[in-house]
């Protein structure tokens, strides 16, 4: 039986020696376009797909190859008497290889000034349907994706005359995963384009970004995959200047303390453990800064990682380096603060864009048998319809601290309770099962630096318990968002301690 190869590729790296190997192997190649005219010019024998079928190509290349003369090549059954009858009847030859990828659909859309003309003539039809096509039929025919499997199969084929059925196998599941890739994209764009919000059905994608050792725990098993096309603001698109490899707990938490310090205009320092916030400052410089976030908790932060929202100079550097830490997190580092903290061969040094907007991206959170899709809590205090219930009004140091107190209580597991001043935490209190008992945390760790400071709540006080926890230990500003059946105890309560009581409209629970 001839040996008859199909190459029509976007991506041509290493397709014309991929072809050469295949020539010399007694492939006689067929090939479409831009593919036929490169292969041509280094010198490989090529055979036109129009020559195959006897009808060029149409509708400005939107149908070449599909016609029964080249589908009946690639579905074929090498082993079925009636398939091998019918294709002598119609004159159709076998194709045993199909080396197929497709328009750069994703390229395409992530330009900035691209039309959805441009994004429509890049979806691919007769690629796909080529490619799904030989996976199916992958008991007889090898279908190459992807570049790097190149040398594989010349391998098999040098070595046995044929490539192995396990091969194909593998070959065929990467077809059906990146023809699924594919269109999923295609699916959120016109979805996107269309303005449907909830979608009957949900496809999404992602790629693999990093295998890693184990999940939360060591008995299970993990990895680290990216939205194409995603936020590159993001840990998951973070360039890793030093250090081990990122492990699943240290992604999480990675996320929530970028997720934090981007909340600040000001130089800001944020240090997190087990994806809460222990300690969070802000100050002139970023020095400053991590000094108020370290003194906000000097225990917690053993271990910790830490984020912040400008360069990490020489003293920060050597601040940091002082104590154990698993991450460090900024826009970038001077070469001097890089030195320094590399002295460390274990703690990983990330840099993210800062400078570049975020994208509007859903947060996806799976339960077991399905997935919850919602908006990320980007409301700030300028989105939000603020009220003062209380007899006074915070004074402008009040003001301070409240928006800080504000800014990170979002980020706290809820029930969230933290107390600030005007440019650091004082204490935080995370997860508790009932409000007042988060207040007592955060209070408790405050101690004596509550007096005088703010507490922020991320939900309403059902009762007005913590308000009197508050105002005992000195607290003079509250901020919540109010919508209790009960905001009036709590309201006279602050008005019997002379709190000023900041309602915002606005929860912010993060389960």
Known sequence: MKKRALISVSDKSGVGEFAKELSRLGFEIISTGGTKKMLQEQGVPVLGVSDVTGFPEILEGRVKTLNPLIHGGLLAKHDDEGHQQQLKEHGIEPIQLVCVNLY????????????????????????????????????YVTVVVDPADYVTVIAELKDHGETTLETRRKLAAKVFRHTAAYDALIAEYMTNLAGEETPEKLTVTYELKQSLRYGENPHQKAAFYRKPLGSTFSIAYAKQLHGKELSYNNINDADAALQIVKEFTDPAAVAVKHMNPCGVGTGTTVFEAFEKAFEA??????????????????????KLHEIFLEIVIAPSFTDEAVTILAAKKNIRLLTVPFGQSQKAESKLVTVEGGLLVQDRDNYTLDDATITIPTKRQPTPEEWAALKLGWKVVKHVKS?????????????????????????????????????????????????????????????????????????????????????????????????
């Open 104 to 139: 750069p659909f994703q390229q395409t859309i992530a330009k900035p000034d691209v039309t959805v003309e441009d994004a429509i003539e890049n979806i691919d039809i007769g690629g796909p349907t080529m490619l799904r096509a030989s996976a199916k039929n992958h008991q």
């Open 297 to 318: 908790d000097p225990v917690s932060i053993f271990g910790g990682i830490v984020a912040f929202n400008r360069e990490i100079d020489t003293q920060t550097a050597a």
């Open 415 to 511: 029930n969230a309770i933290v107390v600030a001043n005007q440019d650091m935490t004082l204490g935080i209190g995370a997860g508790q099962m009932n409000r007042v008992g988060s207040a007592e945390i955060a209070l408790k760790q405050a101690g004596k630096r509550a007096e005088g400071a703010a507490l922020a709540s991320d939900a309403f006080f059902p009762m007005d318990d913590t308000v009197e926890a508050a105002a005992k230990a000195g607290i003079t500003a509250i901020i919540q968002p109010g919508g209790s059946i009960k905001d009036a105890d709590s309201i006279k309560k602050a008005d019997e301690y002379g709190i000023a009581m900041v309602f915002t409209g606005v929860r912010h629970f993060k389960h």
